[in-house]
């Protein structure tokens, strides 16, 4: 099944735009490089997931956007808008996801290294603190009942599980086995559930699962899915809630396309499982909770840059353009494939290797790629840049961050 998700670019006469605008009008009076992002698209995508969600009868579905997928302030004012809750990691995320309105009852910290002043500011914000820690470890668990023991608070918390599946994708982006830090092994989580010292001032709400990030294949979603119903049934304590996590892919690549899971999909897929795995065998019906990144916001954004120059060596081409790794890393750090754009299209093309500014060989958008013969000055954009982007941006080099705009 071909699956192209929609992006706001289109070439209207060979000239590229961006939600209808031409992007040489756009960039003409905005330094580059920076990052373009389209407020229609991340509608539709926030839109798709909830009417989805709703399609296929997910009990009270609570969307916790997670947060560091893209932390632009007017990107989380619109999610709140929308109705979204926020997945945090850390408790600047979380002041960034509050300071956007995010109702901290909608607030979900996730995490392995949640410290005490983190775990004191989420504890004491709002009336009633946050919707839930999703503990990653006994330790944790043991922090955050002294923590709230000493606030004369009661702090709700679920188990992050390590369902032991793995997920078919790239390995710094896996979360779900045994060998990653994430998470809880079920016999932990039983045991710990029997401790009586670890439950003074924490109350067990839910549980939650998060197998990885670009997940194209729902088996090992299934899986996971099956692995928290399983010990949510033998958890005595009614959960409030059960969270599935996020990690549902989008099109980078032509490849991706024939393999990718539709929100649809993915939607039919949660509800089946939770309805042969939980909501057959019980008569509780918890809410679900989802912790999308990805899909909402990574076909939304481009990284908007310009040719420096142009360099041959030998048999190799080089289209060195203004934008580098510390801008987005994903290609340095994932082998990710970014689609290359130039703002005006051709017919001549030739073979190119697209490259950065950054004292560092993997400081490459693409090798090989078909282009026209730029020149300096002439305009390119990266494709599907609206997640783990700007928020994995560095100095290095002491560069300066791109800005980042919000049409
Ligand atoms: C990163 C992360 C997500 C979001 O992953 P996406 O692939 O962007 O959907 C959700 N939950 C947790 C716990 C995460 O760490």
Redesign the pocket.
Known sequence: MKNILPTPLQYKKNKLTFDGLFLDKIAKVRPTPFYLYSKKSLDFYYKSFTSNALKHKIPSPLICY?V??NSNSEVLKRLKTLGSGA?V?SVGELKKALKAGIDPQKIVF?GVAKTENEILFALNCGKRGIYSFNVESIEELELINAVAKKEKRIARVAFRLNPQVNAKTHKHISTGNKTHKFGLLKADILEAMSVKEFWGNTTLVGLSV?IG??LTDMKATISAIRELCILALEIETPLEFLDV????GIDYTQDDRSKLASIETYMKAVSESLEKYYFSKNNHVPRIVF?????LVGKMGVLVSRVVRTKTSDNAHFTIIDAGMNDLIRPALYEAYHEVLPETKSKKLIKTDIVGPICETADCFGTQRSMPLLQSGDLVVIDNAG?YGHTMASRYNEREIAAEYFI
Not at 245 to 248: D, E, P, S, T
Not at 291 to 295: K, L, T, V
């Open positions: 997670a560091k997928a997945d990691v996730s998060h990030s670009q996590g996020g990690g549902l912790e999308p990144g990805r899909i997640a």
